[in-house]
């Protein structure tokens, strides 16, 4: 299948276990087990995905993603959390993570989560050098990268997805369900705040007031609406 995975984990036993199981699988597969293998590896060309751990001796994976974000990166990222505080998950999405899981977890899970990133990144529609603009900020579709309240950054594959399908489904009411199925796949089993940590960071970086949206709209309980500015 063509298809190059890292992994970044420092417990032996957790990264043979999945380093394994990716195998069998029929990915090929590379490992790292310290920050600083994990930063030369994520510079290799071609990487399909990359499975990253928070805590690795050296510095933390949150740290590492973000660098290797600014720096380019822009296959899909699933971050291993050890901690299930929602701060951290938000943190973990921050650094442009697109998925996390909280150990312990399903083997069977993390494959399911792996192929659902693969697959929506595999159907990457081909680059449109479209420029989407919310009053000071923007952001390209093609590239990712975008000037936002933290400056200029590339978002991460489920940040500009999620952007994407509010920017063409301009002020039309989006369940959290229809935002999960469109950005994530139907067979990824996401956390049920996932939509929500994402809005919330979204509106970190492009609403003028994030505690006042003026884009990236809730509707009830209902979902989300977004809402181009004038
Ligand atoms: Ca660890």
């Known amino acids: ?20 199981n990716l195998r069998h699988a029929g ?12 930063r030369a590896a994520l510079k290799v060309p071609g990487l399909s ?19 290797a974000r600014d720096a380019g990166l822009r296959c ?5 959390t050890a901690r299930s505080e929602t701060q951290s998950k938000i943190r973990g999405l921050d650094c442009g993570a697109d998925d996390y899981l909280t150990k312990p977890f399903d083997v069977l ?14 159907g990457d529609v081909q680059a449109k050098a479209k420029v989407l ?13 975008a000037l936002t309240r933290e400056g200029t950054l590339t978002l991460g594959d489920k940040e500009l ?40 960071r979204l509106r970190g970086l492009f609403e003028p007031d994030p505690s006042a949206p003026k884009y990236l709209l809730t509707v009830g309980g209902r979902g989300f609406q977004f809402r181009r500015p004038d």
Not at 49 to 67: K, N, S, T
Not at 162 to 174: G, I, N, P, Q, V
């Open 161 to 200: 997805r999620l952007m994407e399908l509010f920017d063409k489904s301009h002020e039309r009411l989006l369940s959290r369900a229809e935002i999960l199925e469109e950005v994530w796949g139907a067979d990824s089993f996401p956390s049920d705040r996932l939509v929500d940590d994402f809005v919330h």
């Open 1 to 20: 299948m063509g298809e190059q995975l890292l992994v970044i984990e420092d417990e032996a036993l957790v990264r043979d276990l999945v380093v394994l």
């Open 76 to 80: 899909p990222v699933l971050m291993l």
């Open 27 to 38: 990915y090929a597969v590379a490992s790292a087990a310290t920050f600083a293998e994990g």
């Open 109 to 122: 899970e993390l494959l399911a989560r792996i192929r659902a990133l693969l697959r929506r990144a595999s």
């Open 49 to 67: 995905l990359a499975v990253v751990d928070v805590q690795l001796p050296g510095g933390e994976g949150f740290q590492l993603v973000r660098e």
């Open 133 to 145: 603009t919310l009053g000071a900020w923007w952001v390209r579709f093609d590239t990712g990268q």
